[in-house]
């Protein structure tokens, strides 16, 4: 049963502007997803990340909840090998999934200098 949707876009040329800022990287990206955006080409890094935060806003949607709900390093966006996305949540945004028995499904896209970002929460 769906218990929640939400989506997102961000500009990539935005993102690009905002990655230049250590304390935004901090703030905004968890160890592992950070480890991730490094290992790619400045313009996939940008692109990835815009994904990643788009995603980030999509999830907390689909909670009900605004930016500052939850801290959004805590709301990781990685990879499986094959390349779909995933979240690797932490903290109070794990907790509140677990304690209302919900998953959290993620979809993203690329085009014309935008990333897009789809969040399902099912029940458990």
């Known amino acids: 049963m ?9 500009r990539v040329e935005r993102m690009e502007k905002s990655l230049a800022s250590e304390a935004f990287w901090q703030r905004v990206f968890g160890a592992e997803e950070r480890a ?4 790619l080409s ?3 890094k940008a692109a990835s990340a815009a994904a990643n935060f788009a995603a980030k806003e999509a ?9 500052g709900g939850f801290a ?6 990685l990879r499986e090998k094959s390349g779909a996305p995933y979240y690797a ?20 896209s690329h085009e014309a200098g935008l990333a897009l970002a ?3 929460l099912e029940k458990s």
Do not use: N, T, W, Y
């Open 2 to 10: 769906i218990a929640g949707v939400g989506a997102d876009m961000v």
């Open 42 to 44: 400045p313009a996939r």
């Open 72 to 77: 959004l390093a805590e709301i990781q966006v």
């Open 36 to 39: 991730f955006l490094e290992k």
């Open 89 to 108: 949540l932490r903290g109070a945004a794990a907790a509140h999934l677990a304690e209302k028995g919900l998953h959290a499904a993620l979809s993203l």
């Open 59 to 67: 999830f907390l949607k689909a909670c009900g909840k605004g930016l």
């Open 118 to 120: 789809f969040a399902v």
